[in-house]
C-alpha cells in the first residue's frame, strides 16, 4: 500500500521516513518530494509498504504523531492522475 506523509520538516529524509515507518513492517520504498529547481524538500513524501495490514497500523498510529516539532499527517495515496498534454 501507498501512504501519503504531509506536513514534513524540511530536514526530514527519505532514510528518516523509512525509519520512522520499519517499525511497523517492511518498507519498500520511501520518498521525499523536493522542488526540482532548488533540490529542497516540499514537504510532503510518499511510503509504500508490501503488507496492507502492517501499512494499514502505521497509517493509525503515526497520523497526527510529533515529528520534528511537527504533526504528520499520513493517510492512504490517491492513484496519481493522468496527465493531459492538451490545453483544454
Known amino acids: ?9 524540511y530536514h526530514v ?12 513492517g517492511a518498507v519498500s520504498s ?5 522542488d526540482r529547481e532548488t533540490g529542497r524538500s516540499r514537504g510532503f513524501g ?4 508490501d503488507s496492507e495490514d502492517e501499512s494499514r497500523q502505521a497509517m493509525e498510529k ?3 504523531k510529533d515529528v520534528e516539532g511537527r504533526a504528520i499527517s499520513v493517510t492512504q495515496a490517491r492513484d496519481k492522475a493522468p496527465r493531459s498534454n492538451s490545453k483544454w
Open 46 to 49: 510518499f511510503v509504500e509498504m
Open 62 to 64: 503515526l497520523n497526527g
Open 13 to 24: 529524509t527519505g532514510d528518516d521516513l523509512k525509519a520512522l515507518f520499519e517499525q511497523f
Open 30 to 34: 520511501a520518498k521525499i518530494v523536493t
Open 1 to 9: 500500500m501507498n501512504m501519503y506523509v504531509s506536513n514534513l520538516g
